[in-house]
C-alpha cells in the first residue's frame, strides 16, 4: 500500500509549478498504478489553451470556479465543487479560473514521469520521448 499526505508531497520534487498552475503530483508513473494522480491548483484569473495529444486528464473540482470550452465547438461548461470534466477525445480546451483559485484533482493516463510541464502546443510530451532523452 502507498500512503501519502499532501503536506510530505508539497515542496518536494513531486510539487511542480507552471507559469498559472501548481500540481502536487501524489501518484506518478514510477508507483505503477497505471494512472497518475494529482492535487492541482489554477490561479484564479487565468487562462490556459491546453490540448494533452498523449494523454487522457479527468479532473474533479474541489474548490473554486471557473470554465472550460472546447474549442472544436465552442461550448462552455462551468465548473465549480463537484464538477467533473474528462478530455477522452484529447478535446483542445481552453480553462478558465474564475473565482477563486480553482483546486482540481487530476487523473491522467498514461501516467506522468513527474516533470512534465506545458509544451507551446498545450500538451504534454509522451514519456517515450522524456525517457529516450533520460
Ligand atoms: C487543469 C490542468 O491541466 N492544469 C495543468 C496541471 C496539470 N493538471 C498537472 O500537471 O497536474
Not at 22 to 47: A, K, N, P, Y
Not at 57 to 84: F, Q, R
Not at 91 to 118: N, Q, S
Request: proline letters at 4%; hydrophobic letters at 35%; glycine letters at 8%.
Amino acid at each position: 500500500m502507498i500512503v501519502r499526505t499532501l503536506e510530505e508531497i508539497q515542496g518536494s520534487e513531486r510539487d511542480v509549478r507552471g507559469d498559472v498552475w501548481r500540481s502536487r503530483r501524489m501518484l506518478l508513473r514510477s508507483d505503477g498504478m497505471g494512472f497518475s494522480l494529482h492535487d492541482t491548483v489554477i490561479t484564479e484569473g487565468t487562462e490556459q489553451t491546453l490540448e494533452y495529444k498523449h494523454h487522457f486528464e479527468a479532473n474533479y473540482c474541489i474548490a473554486g470556479e471557473g470554465e472550460v470550452v472546447v474549442v472544436a465547438t465552442g461550448k462552455t461548461y462551468p465548473i465549480k465543487p463537484g464538477t467533473l470534466y474528462a478530455l477522452d477525445k484529447n478535446d483542445r480546451h481552453i480553462l478558465r479560473a474564475t473565482k477563486g483559485d480553482l483546486r482540481l484533482v487530476c487523473v491522467f493516463y498514461p501516467p506522468l514521469t513527474g516533470t512534465e510541464v506545458h509544451r507551446p502546443d498545450g500538451s504534454y510530451a509522451p514519456a517515450e520521448e522524456l525517457d529516450t532523452k533520460a
